[in-house]
Structure formats: structure tokens, C-alpha cells
T-cell receptor, first 111, second 112 residues
Framework: EDQVTQSPEALRLQEGESSSLNCSYT??????LFWYRQDPGKGPEFLFT???AGEEKEKERLKATLTKKESFLHITAPKPEDSATYLC????????????FGQGTTLQVKP | IAGITQAPTSQILAAGRRMTLRCTQD?????MYWYRQDLGLGLRLIHY???????GKGEVPDGYSVSRANTDDFPLTLASAVPSQTSVYFC???????????FGSGTRLTVV
């Protein structure tokens, strides 16, 4: 069964304190791994897609990496506006485009 | 508009009533999806459509139905609402395989 597990569930950082969020996955052939950001009361917003082990993507203070079993979202020198819930999802080769989501990591960055 | 529009934004519904959640996209995406999001359970797929005229069941389809008469619209119907269907419902669309989704802003539904 395809499965996604994110850790930690919640993370509190001081502004400027770098850290990483983890996304572990089990899938019958990975088509792609997706990261989303979700603000309270809003729909998820697409951040990155990673397709193969070793691939990296960057956007401002965020960097996503991928191995055969997990993905990391590295946050460098975060700011309070980076506070949000970060969702990871996988798309299997066997699926017709469906994404399977983890439960998310809620990040709070304090000034 | 650009993106996905969901309506209503919130609704309180009496148990046993029928309700249709509306979803319209203007990006000409082939695929559309309905998810529900519950605290502690994350986003779970209800139904999906890979192209107009076709639909499929997701992880939690019971009590819900969908139709895809054209590319732009993908309504979700609760035939007879129950309190366990209290949730936030998100519609999403995608150009196709390998692409991420664009999500709507959600419908917060409370069944009492």
C-alpha cells in the first residue's frame, strides 16, 4: 500500500534558525514527489516536484531533496512569513495522476 | 478568474439533506479531484476525473457522487448528508500525469 509519513508533526523555530522537515514514503514505483504549502483557511499551494533520487529544487529559503525512501524540505534562515503547514505527496506510477498526501508538518517561526 | 473557484465557501447543513459542492476551473486542465481534509487524517481523495466524461473512486467515496459533463466543472454531491461528512472539501485540477495540482480555496461543511 502506498503511504506517506511526515515528521515532525509540528516544529517551532526562531527566526533565522535553519531546520529540515522529513517526508518518508512507500510507493510501488515513484512517478513524482510533491511539496505544498498550506496557510490557515486556504487551499494547498504548490511548491516543488521531484522525480528521481538525487534531484534538488530550490525556491527562496526552501530547498527540497529526494532519495529513494524519503524527501527533505530544508528551510534556511526562516522568517515568520514561512509559518504554515507543509504537505508532502507522492504520485505512483500505477496511479492515474492521484496524489497520496502525508498529514503535514505545521511550522511556526517566531520573530 | 484564474484558477479554481469553489462554492459555497462554507455551509451548515441538516443531516439527511442533499447538497452539491460546486467546482469550476478556467485552466482547461484535463484532470480534476475532490479531497476532504480532516484534523489528524490529512487530505483524502474522494473522487477524481482524468478527463471530461470519466470519473473514478478515490480512498473515501461512500456517500458522495460526482459528474464531469465538461472540462471546466466537477460538482460533488452528498445525497443524504451525515455528521461524519463534516469536513473541509477541496477541489483540485491538474494538466495531467507528472504535474502538481492547483487547489481551490475550499468549502467548510458542517452537518448537524
Amino acid at each position: 500500500e502506498d503511504q506517506v509519513t511526515q515528521s515532525p508533526e509540528a516544529l517551532r523555530l526562531q527566526e533565522g534558525e535553519s531546520s529540515s522537515l522529513n517526508c518518508s514514503y512507500t510507493v510501488s514505483g515513484l512517478r513524482g514527489l510533491f511539496w505544498y504549502r498550506q496557510d490557515p483557511g486556504k487551499g494547498p499551494e504548490f511548491l516543488f516536484t521531484l522525480y528521481s533520487a538525487g534531484e534538488e529544487k530550490e525556491k527562496e529559503r526552501l530547498k527540497a531533496t529526494l532519495t529513494k525512501k524519503e524527501s527533505f524540505l530544508h528551510i534556511t534562515a526562516p522568517k515568520p512569513e514561512d509559518s504554515a503547514t507543509y504537505l508532502c505527496a507522492v504520485q505512483a506510477l500505477s496511479n492515474t495522476g492521484k496524489l497520496i498526501f502525508g498529514q503535514g508538518t505545521t511550522l511556526q517561526v517566531k520573530p | 478568474i484564474a484558477g479554481i473557484t469553489q462554492a459555497p465557501t462554507s455551509q451548515i447543513l441538516a443531516a439527511g439533506r442533499r447538497m452539491t459542492l460546486r467546482c469550476t476551473q478556467d485552466m482547461r486542465h484535463n484532470a480534476m479531484y475532490w479531497y476532504r481534509q480532516d484534523l489528524g487524517l490529512g487530505l483524502r481523495l474522494i473522487h477524481y476525473s482524468n478527463t471530461a466524461g470519466t470519473t473514478g473512486k478515490g480512498e473515501v467515496p461512500d456517500g458522495y457522487s460526482v459528474s464531469r459533463a465538461n472540462t471546466d466543472d466537477f460538482p460533488l454531491t452528498l445525497a443524504s448528508a451525515v455528521p461524519s461528512q463534516t469536513s473541509v472539501y477541496f477541489c483540485a485540477s491538474s494538466p495531467g500525469l507528472n504535474y502538481g495540482y492547483t487547489f481551490g480555496s475550499g468549502t467548510r461543511l458542517t452537518v448537524v
